[in-house]
């Protein structure tokens, strides 16, 4: 217990001396400018930029808080706060045009025998007016090398608005009223690797510009992570992982991995390596890394594995169900089980290069993953897939039946577990069926609600098909006589047809009986009509369509 007690303090301390070496706000963790220093000046028609140290000006130097959030850029409808999970992030410039200039930079020292590695974090948003490329927005970051008096060609990153900027993973909006597109890139993130520059002094340099003519503006929103031991990070497991998770840094077109004491065996080409079983404590990585054009440089990054003794316990629920039209917080699928005192951040794609913007309204089905790291550096990832419960249900098929054929609308379609349903004739589901079971044709609507609160509506439509013909007959003559025998005349109806009335008329045309019968005695006012030829009249309605029926025919009355 003492051993391992002497190994945790010795970590503790190591850690605790790396990050006192990191330059104090260099990621804005103060919520302030604190070490900064802020710039506001102008370009000239000929491109070239003047600046003057000023003291922070919001607006053009602004700090974006995560207590002011929810916030999205208005052209790149992204958030203006980096979801990184970092609590401060930086707007420089705005959109106002009028040949403004603005920056900010930081001086700090490297300390010797102690290599930095910064990861930027940044989103550009710059007008596309198609002037000449020295006429047009941009977004610069550069460094310089006090101690030399140089600037570093590698790292380096020149953001431009031009039509070719799409290689640089910008996209276009097209504001209204505006005479030039937006160009942005959503929040981004790379390398600042000062690896081989130990014991020098350093200036990082952030700078925005309008255009020359004045008419069109650009500004970024950056972040830095203040961890300044290794662009590689999940390089420290607790005890109970099982693998190792390395995670290079994100902004580069290919990765390859390597084990330093076997430099001939590529372990992986993405930028993510899964090592299992976890390796043995002191085992070192290399990583190289390809930069896409234009953006960072070639780069060869090494990282050492350190095991420590803390515990690590993280678990998300397998799937996050959300109902549709409203939104998921993706935090609360993580486990009971889990360890206290975990950062997390949120993806959408298992690379973890692509920030889920807003991790606690989301609306899009689909796999996310979300990332824990401890106090102590040890991490993990894991997937949770977001359902979107839809219970307008699944389009039902108009339900054909003969006529008069009832239907139970609870059979027309499949029932959901741990779903409720009532059915109704209205679409706004306010005047319930009581007979649901039993309907004929027409349209109805059938409500769902399950277990989770979600409600859906959904129109189902039954529909009546023709019986086969009617059919009406009578017989040619009868002898109303008493003798028991045939004495009844009577119409025979085959089929779904209603009598209104049936007529008797002599040859004459005049009304000798009428009645609401099919059958007829041969008397009128108790006596036997005189022998002779007779005519009867069926009137009536056809029970499917309700079309009037007509049907006529000769009778003889014999005696």
Same mark, same amino acid.
């Not at 319930?432 to 409500?447: D, E």
């Given at each position: 217990?003492?051993?391992?007690?002497?190994?945790?303090?010795?970590?503790?301390?190591?850690?605790?001396?790396?990050?006192?070496?990191?330059?104090?706000?260099?990621?804005?963790?103060?919520?302030?400018?604190?070490?900064?220093?802020?710039?506001?000046?102008?370009?000239?028609?000929?491109?070239?930029?003047?600046?003057?140290?000023?003291?922070?000006?919001? %607006?053009?130097?602004? *700090?974006?808080?995560?207590?002011?959030?929810?916030?999205?850029?208005?052209?790149?409808? @992204?958030?203006?706060?980096?979801?990184?999970?970092?609590?401060?992030?930086?707007?420089?410039?705005?959109?106002?045009?009028?040949?403004? +200039?603005?920056?900010?930079?930081?001086?700090?020292?490297?300390?010797?025998?102690?290599?930095?590695?910064?990861?930027?974090?940044?989103?550009?948003?710059?007008?596309?007016?198609?002037?000449?490329? /020295?006429?047009?927005?941009?977004?610069?970051?550069?460094?310089?090398?006090?101690? =030399?008096?140089?600037?570093?060609?590698?790292?380096?990153?020149?953001?431009?608005?031009?039509?070719?900027?799409?290689?640089?993973?910008?996209?276009?909006?097209?504001?209204?009223?505006?005479?030039?597109?937006?160009?942005?890139?959503?929040?981004a993130s790379t390398s600042i690797n000062l690896i081989g520059y130990a014991g020098k002094t350093m200036r990082l340099e952030f700078t925005t510009n309008d255009c020359t003519k004045g008419g069109h503006f650009g500004y970024a929103y950056f972040d830095i992570v203040?961890?300044?031991?290794?662009?590689?990070?999940?390089?420290?497991?607790?005890? %109970?992982?099982?693998?190792?998770?390395?995670?290079?840094?994100?902004?580069?077109?290919?990765?390859?991995?390597?084990?330093?004491?076997?430099?001939?065996?590529?372990?992986?080409?993405?930028?993510?390596?899964?090592?299992?079983?976890?390796?043995?404590?002191? +085992?070192?990585?290399?990583?190289?890394?390809?930069?896409?054009?234009?953006?960072?440089?070639?780069? *060869?990054?090494?990282?050492?594995?350190?095991?420590?003794?803390?515990? @690590?316990?993280?678990?998300?629920?397998?799937?996050?169900?959300?109902?549709?039209?409203?939104?998921?917080?993706?935090?609360?699928?993580?486990?009971?089980?889990?360890?206290?005192?975990?950062?997390?951040?949120? /993806?959408?794609?298992?690379?973890?290069?692509?920030?889920?913007?807003?991790?606690?309204?989301?609306?899009?089905?689909?796999?996310?993953?979300?990332?824990?790291?401890? +106090?102590?550096?040890?991490?993990?990832?894991?997937?949770?897939?977001?359902?979107?419960?839809?219970?307008?249900?699944?389009?039902?098929?108009?339900?054909?039946?003969?006529?008069?054929?009832?239907?139970?609308?609870?059979?027309?379609?499949?029932?959901?577990?741990?779903?409720?349903?009532?059915?109704?004739? =209205?679409?706004?589901?306010?005047?319930?069926?009581?007979?649901?079971?039993?309907?004929?044709?027409?349209?109805?609507?059938?409500?769902?609600?399950?277990?989770?609160?979600?409600? %859906?509506?959904?129109?189902?439509?039954?529909?009546?098909?023709?019986?086969?013909?009617?059919?009406?007959?009578?017989?040619?003559?009868?002898?109303?006589?008493?003798?028991?025998?045939?004495?009844?005349?009577?119409?025979?109806?085959?089929?779904?047809?209603?009598?209104?009335?049936?007529?008797?008329?002599?040859?004459?045309?005049?009304?000798?009986?009428?009645?609401?019968?099919?059958?007829?005695?041969?008397?009128?006012?108790?006596?036997?009509?005189?022998?002779?030829?007779?005519?009867?009249?069926?009137?009536?309605?056809?029970?499917?369509?309700?079309?009037?029926?007509?049907?006529?025919?000769?009778?003889?009355?014999?005696k």
């Amino acid at each position: 217990m003492r051993k391992w007690l002497l190994i945790f303090t010795v970590f503790f301390l190591l850690t605790e001396k790396i990050r006192a070496q990191c330059p104090q706000n260099i990621g804005f963790e103060d919520g302030t400018f604190n070490n900064w220093v802020c710039y506001s000046g102008d370009i000239d028609p000929e491109g070239k930029i003047s600046l003057n140290p000023i003291l922070p000006t919001d %607006g053009i130097h602004t *700090i974006e808080s995560a207590s002011t959030q929810p916030k999205l850029d208005p052209y790149g409808l @992204f958030p203006v706060l980096c979801p990184n999970g970092s609590n401060y992030s930086v707007k420089l410039g705005n959109n106002k045009a009028f040949a403004g +200039a603005e920056a900010l930079s930081y001086t700090f020292n490297i300390p010797p025998g102690q290599d930095y590695s910064l990861i930027l974090n940044y989103a550009v948003v710059l007008q596309n007016p198609g002037h000449e490329p /020295f006429e047009q927005p941009r977004f610069t970051v550069r460094v310089f090398n006090v101690t =030399d008096n140089t600037y570093l060609t590698c790292p380096s990153f020149d953001f431009v608005s031009s039509s070719k900027s799409g290689e640089e993973g910008f996209q276009i909006a097209k504001p209204k009223g505006a005479d030039a597109d937006v160009l942005y890139k959503d929040w981004a993130s790379t390398s600042i690797n000062l690896i081989g520059y130990a014991g020098k002094t350093m200036r990082l340099e952030f700078t925005t510009n309008d255009c020359t003519k004045g008419g069109h503006f650009g500004y970024a929103y950056f972040d830095i992570v203040g961890s300044c031991s290794t662009a590689i990070t999940g390089n420290t497991y607790c005890s %109970g992982q099982p693998s190792v998770t390395l995670q290079g840094p994100s902004g580069f077109s290919s990765y390859k991995w390597f084990n330093e004491q076997d430099p001939s065996t590529l372990l992986g080409t993405s930028r993510i390596l899964k090592i299992t079983p976890a390796p043995a404590n002191g +085992a070192r990585y290399k990583l190289l890394v390809e930069p896409y054009l234009g953006i960072g440089c070639s780069d *060869i990054l090494y990282t050492t594995i350190s095991k420590i003794p803390s515990g @690590f316990s993280f678990g998300v629920a397998n799937t996050l169900f959300v109902c549709k039209g409203s939104s998921a917080d993706l935090s609360t699928a993580i486990g009971a089980g889990t360890t206290p005192g975990l950062s997390f951040s949120y /993806f959408t794609d298992a690379e973890l290069s692509k920030y889920v913007n807003s991790p606690k309204a989301v609306t899009e089905e689909g796999t996310y993953y979300i990332n824990a790291v401890s +106090a102590e550096g040890c991490t993990n990832f894991l997937p949770v897939y977001v359902k979107v419960v839809d219970l307008s249900l699944v389009q039902i098929s108009d339900i054909h039946v003969t006529f008069p054929t009832k239907v139970d609308l609870n059979n027309a379609f499949t029932h959901q577990p741990h779903t409720q349903y009532e059915f109704f004739s =209205d679409a706004a589901a306010t005047k319930p069926l009581s007979n649901y079971f039993a309907v004929g044709a027409g349209t109805y609507y059938v409500k769902a609600k399950n277990d989770l609160g979600c409600e %859906g509506i959904s129109p189902v439509r039954v529909i009546n098909d023709p019986p086969p013909p009617y059919e009406i007959s009578a017989p040619s003559a009868f002898t109303p006589n008493a003798d028991g025998v045939n004495d009844i005349f009577s119409v025979t109806v085959k089929g779904f047809v209603s009598l209104n009335k049936l007529r008797i008329c002599n040859r004459y045309g005049t009304t000798v009986f009428e009645g609401k019968t099919l059958n007829w005695d041969g008397t009128v006012k108790a006596t036997v009509v005189p022998p002779g030829i007779y005519y009867w009249i069926f009137e009536g309605v056809n029970d499917y369509d309700g079309t009037s029926v007509r049907k006529t025919g000769p009778v003889t009355v014999i005696k």
